[in-house]
Structure formats: structure tokens, C-alpha cells
């Protein structure tokens, strides 16, 4: 069976998850061969028998990095050691399998195959490209009951996971503006006491709009918005920009004479985002960004309760 993870994000520790649970898989299967042959070592060869024979497991770890040096490898120490610098890998395949022999249908011999295969494929698709994949293929031979647990527990590791298309992305316009707005309304206060400390040099017209109330609370939110959007826009985009949906053409609008286009939500519901590659710091600017919202939403919420307050105490 085939399958591919979507909308999910994958962080390293999940992938190491994965990679304990192959090794745990493979070790089980080494310590029933080791006992099989431990068992039948000083017996005759009529009187050997194998439940399992002529068994065998391997795990295989493979590499890809961005700049084309592809390393395969079967030691989890070796394996782990890598994934310390995650920007510089582009795919990482994970595989197992286990061979063995045992008794067919009404036969006294060992002459049935069983085989379990398995692999999980974490692909950064490219950087021009604002996705990643992760697919699982499990195959076996005689052990559909062992394929399905496989499969079953894989999933479920990689399933347990932040969905991709969570709160930070749904309602980022409302991130985006509380930060920019917070910062407007710092730079609204600056600006304030810079006036407020020169108002014998400015023109006596904007010295008698500073004393208006109307003009004062509703001109403060207006210049916290202006300022803020243009002094401070570019930082909070340059946070959220590795992680924004591709745009789709959404159509032409004859009153600008300009093409428009929206986010490809259903293209990024399709795939998933591995912290490699692209999106080697995604926790970390995810993280950054609902930290900045959990503070500048307070400010806001300030603000507005100053602007209430200021309301009804000037006349």
C-alpha cells in the first residue's frame, strides 16, 4: 500500500521517531533469527527446525543533499548525526525490510516467502516549489496482517502532528495587521510627544487639532495604521514569506487593468511541510509569529481600552 501525508507538519523528531520504530521492528526480528539458529547450532541437519529460516532484516538510510552528494547508510548513529544541519538536506529515505521462510499450507518444510518491506520518503520538492511530501509505501509477501500494523503505525506517528494549514496561516492577515498596528501605535506615541515637546514651533492649526478629542483618538488609530503599515509591514512578511500558499491566477480586474491572484489553498492542503530543506526554521518562524501575536493583541486591546477611557474624560 501507498500512501502520502498531507496537510501536516513534519518536524525532525518525527522522522527519528520513524527510524525508532523501524530499528525496534528490525531488532525484534534479529533477536528471533538469532534465537532460530542459536537452537539449531550443534544439532544434526535431520534434526534441525526452523519456525523462521534462512532469516534477515536491514534498515537503509538515505541522504539527499542540495548541493547533489546522495549517502546511504544502515547505522542509526550515523543517521541521526546528519539531521544536525536540516537546511542543507533536500530527501531523506527511510527503509526496511525483512525476509524469511516458513511452512506453506499442509507442507512440512519451510518453502513459503515471507517478505515485509517498507519505506517512508520525506521529499523537500525544490525550492521554487512551496511544499514537501512524505510518502509511505509498505509491501509484503504472506504477512498482510503485519503490513497493516506497519502502515497503521506510521500514519499515526506522522498523522499526530500540527495540521500545515493551521491558525497561524487561516487568520494571518489578522496577525499581520495586529503586528503592524501595535507598532504604528508606539510610533503614533513617539510622534505625539515629539509635537507635544515642540507645539510653540509648529503651526497653530495643528496645535489646536491636538487639543480635539475626536481628532486625537480617531487620528491616533489612523496614524498607528499608516505608520505601522509602512514601517513595519516588511517584517513581519519576511517571517510569514516561506511559509505563504502559491499564488493562483484568480482572474482580471478591469477597473486597475491588473491580473489578480489568491492563495492555492487546495494545493497546499495536498502536501505537507517537512522541517528540512526549505523549511529547515518553519517551527521556529511559526512559533515566532504566535509569540509576536500573544503580545501585540494585548497592545491593541490596550490601546482600545485607552482610547474608550480618553473618550469620555475629554471634552
Not at 76 to 100: M, Q, S
Request: one cysteine or more.
Amino acid at each position: 500500500m501507498n500512501n502520502k501525508i498531507v496537510n501536516k507538519q513534519i518536524p525532525i523528531s518525527k522522522i527519528v521517531d520513524i527510524a525508532n520504530y523501524f530499528e525496534d521492528y528490525k531488532d525484534r526480528y534479529d533477536e528471533i533469527f538469532r534465537k532460530e539458529k542459536e537452537r539449531n547450532k550443534n544439532l544434526s541437519f535431520s534434526e534441525k527446525k526452523f519456525e523462521y529460516e534462512n532469516g534477515s532484516a536491514e534498515i537503509r538510510y538515505t541522504i539527499t543533499f542540495y548541493n547533489g552528494q546522495s549517502l546511504t547508510e544502515s547505522d542509526y548513529n550515523w543517521f541521526v548525526g546528519n539531521l544536525n544541519n536540516p537546511r542543507a538536506i533536500k530527501e531523506i529515505e527511510i527503509y526496511l525490510r525483512v525476509g524469511f521462510y516458513t511452512k506453506g499450507e499442509n507442507e512440512d518444510y519451510n518453502n513459503q516467502y515471507n517478505k515485509i518491506y517498507c519505506s517512508v520518503d520525506f521529499r523537500d520538492l525544490g525550492m521554487n516549489l512551496k511544499h514537501s511530501d512524505v510518502v509511505i509505501n509498505v509491501e509484503t509477501t504472506n504477512q498482510e496482517r503485519e503490513s497493516n500494523n506497519i502502515y497503521s503505525t506510521i500514519m499515526n506517528t506522522l498523522e499526530d502532528t500540527e495540521d500545515r494549514y493551521n491558525k497561524t496561516m487561516k487568520h494571518r492577515k489578522i496577525r499581520t495587521q495586529c503586528f503592524t498596528i501595535s507598532i504604528g501605535i508606539i510610533l503614533s506615541y513617539i510622534l505625539y510627544i515629539i509635537l507635544k515637546i515642540n507645539i510653540d514651533k509648529i503651526p497653530p492649526i495643528l496645535a489646536e487639532y491636538m487639543n480635539n478629542k475626536y481628532i486625537l483618538i480617531f487620528g491616533q488609530w489612523f496614524v498607528a495604521i499608516l505608520l505601522g503599515n509602512v514601517f513595519s509591514y516588511w517584517y513581519i512578511l519576511s517571517i510569514y514569506k516561506p511559509l505563504l500558499p502559491s499564488a493562483k491566477y484568480a482572474g482580471y480586474n478591469r477597473s486597475t487593468y491588473k491580473s489578480k491572484y489568491t492563495d492555492d489553498i487546495d494545493e497546499y492542503l495536498e502536501h505537507s511541510e517537512v522541517h528540512f530543506g526549505k523549511f529547515w526554521d518553519a517551527e521556529k518562524r511559526r512559533n515566532k509569529i504566535e509569540k509576536i501575536y500573544k503580545v501585540t493583541n494585548k497592545i491593541i486591546l490596550v490601546q482600545l481600552l485607552i482610547s474608550i477611557l480618553l473618550f469620555f474624560i475629554l471634552k
